[in-house]
């Protein structure tokens, strides 16, 4: 199996990735690693906890393909499988990481 790689965070990506709370916002200015934060986390949680299912949100889908698809389906080849249609990646311990997006309220 491939190594799986992880950048190293900074302070305010630290401190999201720590949290524990079930429900956790984190905003900021554009290029502050919000992203990042989103992708390490739903990864980590994946590996760790057993059928957890995540989703990420944005407001079009080709956001999600920009900033999120592209990136995992890279990081996290060899670990998990992207399906297209579903846009959901599945990891082997039933875990997954869906898509969505909605551009109107």
Sequence with gaps: MTELRMDAPN????????DRHRHIAYGGARGGGKSWAV?????????RYPGIKILIVRKTYKEL???HI???????????????????????????????????E
């Design 65 to 67: 393909q920009n900033n």
């Design 39 to 47: 992708r390490t986390k739903s990864k980590l949680l994946a590996f």
């Design 11 to 18: 302070e305010k990506q630290r401190r999201f990735l720590l």
């Design 70 to 104: 592209e990136q995992l389906t890279a990081e996290l080849a060899g670990f998990a499988k992207y399906n297209r249609s579903d846009k959901m990646f599945r990891f082997p311990n039933g875990s997954t990481i869906s898509f969505g997006y909605c551009a109107n």
